[in-house]
């Protein structure tokens, strides 16, 4: 991908933050199919847990193109697939065995520990910028 590409990609990008409690974490979302009907949800509640990992949270799966989905994913990243919303802030050296996942946006490196210290339980709510 050239210069051009990737400003024209960054500009289709969608600043959200991610709130639980009254910590307040901000993300991206992409420019995935998947991204674009989550955006249209926003403001979006659900109720996660920890599972050491990620925060896994149910979320009613919408629109989505299915060759945008891949194997794996990186720390950091936002998953929408399967009925599940994922904050994935670990576990990226083992993710390669998941199929079908579907990358929405972008928890930068930063932000990880404090996703990652939300307690076993947490209501998360997801806004525009």
Same mark, same amino acid.
């Given at each position: 991908?050239? &210069? !051009?590409?990737?400003?024209?990609r960054?500009?289709?990008?969608?600043?959200? @933050?991610i =709130?639980?409690?009254?910590?307040? =974490?901000p993300?991206t979302?992409?420019? #995935? %199919?998947?991204?674009?009907?989550?955006?249209?949800?926003? +403001?979006? @509640?659900?109720?996660?847990?920890?599972s &050491?990992?990620? =925060?896994?949270c149910t979320? @009613?799966? /919408?629109? *989505?193109?299915p060759s945008? @989905?891949?194997?794996?994913?990186?720390? /950091?990243?936002?998953s929408?697939?399967? /009925?599940?919303?994922?904050? !994935?802030?670990?576990?990226?050296?083992?993710?390669?065995?998941?199929?079908g996942?579907? =990358?929405? /946006?972008?928890?930068?490196?930063?932000? !990880? +520990? #404090? %996703?990652? $210290? *939300? &307690? $076993?339980s947490?209501?998360i709510? %997801?806004e525009?910028?």
């Amino acid at each position: 991908m050239d &210069g !051009l590409e990737i400003r024209e990609r960054m500009k289709n990008m969608k600043n959200i @933050k991610i =709130i639980a409690g009254d910590i307040v =974490i901000p993300a991206t979302l992409n420019d #995935t %199919v998947a991204a674009k009907d989550f955006e249209a949800r926003l +403001p979006f @509640k659900t109720r996660g847990s920890n599972s &050491g990992i990620d =925060i896994c949270c149910t979320a @009613k799966e /919408g629109k *989505f193109d299915p060759s945008q @989905k891949q194997n794996g994913w990186k720390n /950091g990243d936002i998953s929408l697939a399967d /009925g599940w919303l994922a904050l !994935l802030y670990g576990g990226e050296e083992q993710s390669a065995s998941y199929s079908g996942m579907m =990358i929405i /946006g972008k928890i930068e490196e930063q932000y !990880l +520990p #404090t %996703v990652a $210290s *939300f &307690g $076993s339980s947490v209501d998360i709510t %997801v806004e525009e910028v």
